[in-house]
């Protein structure tokens, strides 16, 4: 069976950063694609960043790039996003996602599965 929990979600002021991990079981993180997206009240989901099939290759949504890094540690089977110089727009659930292969790694039908989420509020 397939879990991905997402934790690390929080209160924080603009300017702060944050590190939400994924933490995966019943699937290795090295041997797909995985990806950060998230979603604000009333807003679709929308791509943050994935990173390759045995890492190497990132990619990031232009709103975050240069604030946020995806990366992974294999032996704690575990995704990361580090956030940086956060803002208030970057106020919403953000979710865990493992790509079924290859294809466009922004398009959330190309992942197979999916945490519940964990919250990240900030502050002005």
């Known amino acids: 069976q397939v879990q991905l929990v997402e934790s690390g979600g929080g209160l924080v002021q603009a300017g702060g950063s944050l590190r939400l991990s994924c933490a995966a079981s019943?699937?290795?993180?090295?041997?797909?694609?995985m990806g950060w997206f998230r979603q604000a009240p009333g807003k679709e989901r929308e791509f943050v960043a994935a990173?390759?099939?045995?890492?190497?290759?990132?990619y990031y949504a232009d709103s975050v790039k240069g604030r946020f890094t995806i990366s992974r540690d294999n032996a704690k089977n575990t995704v990361y996003l580090q956030m940086n110089k956060l803002k208030p727009e970057d106020t919403a659930v953000y979710y865990c996602?493992?790509?079924?292969?290859?294809?466009?790694?922004?398009?959330?039908?190309?992942?197979?599965?999916w945490g519940q989420g964990t919250q990240v509020t900030v502050s002005s």
């Open positions: 990173i390759s099939w045995m890492g190497g290759t990132t």
């Open positions: 019943g699937l290795t993180v090295s041997s797909k694609p």
């Open positions: 996602a493992a790509k079924r292969g290859a294809g466009r790694y922004n398009f959330s039908a190309e992942y197979d599965y």
